[in-house]
């Protein structure tokens, strides 16, 4: 009986919370996006390869294997889902062209989905691929965000 209500409770608070983020969105830039979990992200990763070769994407995490994708010079490839209860989403990338491999986590809850990290929050999270590292389009318009490879 209390395991049973328990759940119903829970039920009943994630319903609210949905309809409550729902509510005070705008757009895809809501006021309470990083502050509650189940956030909608769409993560796009866009060849600039200064080169100007075809880029390898694999991208997974815990549960997801994106599969292969072979991204053509200033083309995307895109994905959706939503950041987890513990907002401990991550999805890690490895990209490759001719003669060189390199790792990026594309997603992490605590970097895009946190408004005190360095970059603030993404939920259209629109990222550059070149040569020295990707970097994350900033939706106030400032300049990009750049991090190094992780490998
Ligand atoms: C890709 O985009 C860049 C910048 O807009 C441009 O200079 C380049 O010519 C484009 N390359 C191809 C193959 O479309």
């Not at 889902?81 to 992490?108: A, E, H, M, Q």
Request: proline share 5%; aromatic share 14%; hydrophobic share 40%.
């Amino acid at each position: 009986m209390a395991f049973s209500s328990n759940i119903h409770f829970i039920f009943i608070l994630i319903t609210f919370l949905t309809i409550l983020k729902t509510s005070l969105s705008f757009g895809n830039i809501s006021p309470v996006d990083g502050i509650l979990p189940f956030s909608p992200k769409h993560v796009v990763i866009t060849n600039k390869l200064v080169a100007q070769f075809g880029l390898l994407v694999h991208c997974t995490n815990k549960e997801t294997d994106l599969g292969v994708r072979s991204v053509l010079i200033n083309q995307s490839f895109g994905f959706r889902f939503r950041v987890n209860l513990f907002k401990t989403t991550n999805y890690n990338c490895v990209f490759s062209w001719p003669g060189i491999v390199r790792t990026f986590d594309i997603f992490r809850a605590d970097r895009d989905d946190n408004s005190r990290s360095k970059c603030g929050i993404c939920s259209e999270c629109i990222w550059y691929i070149s040569e020295s590292g990707p970097c994350r389009i900033r939706r106030d318009g400032g300049p990009p965000c750049c991090f190094p490879w992780s490998s």
